[in-house]
């Protein structure tokens, strides 16, 4: 079976470009991605971002420990709406570069 995480892909990345054009620091800050690489992405059109629509295997990485993950999961199949909302605001924290990629 195949999965086609293109839309996904394209969109993350056309997300992404519109806010390093805005605050290329933000942008670097919470992607995590080089500023010198957040600086290219920002001059590309949004026709060429469409090549990326050949890419299907995912290029986004789940960031956050697998605890969080966990607990995250848990709470959503056992329909704890306040646990929920609790550790979606603590994953809303912007993240500091690691050098880890988490």
């Known amino acids: 079976m195949e999965f086609d995480f293109s839309p996904a892909n394209l969109h993350y990345l056309i997300q992404t470009r519109e806010l390093a054009r805005q605050d290329l620091a933000l942008a670097t800050t919470l992607t995590e ?7 290219l992405l920002c001059k590309l059109t949004s026709r ?37 909302e609790a550790i979606l605001e603590q994953g809303a924290v912007i993240p500091l570069y690691s050098g880890s990629g988490q």
């Open 33 to 39: 991605i080089p500023e010198e690489m957040a600086a």
């Open 48 to 84: 060429e971002l469409t090549q990326i629509a050949r890419i299907r295997r995912p290029l986004l990485i789940p960031r956050r420990e697998d605890w969080w993950w966990s607990r995250l999961f848990r709470a959503l199949s056992e329909g704890g709406t306040a646990e929920v």
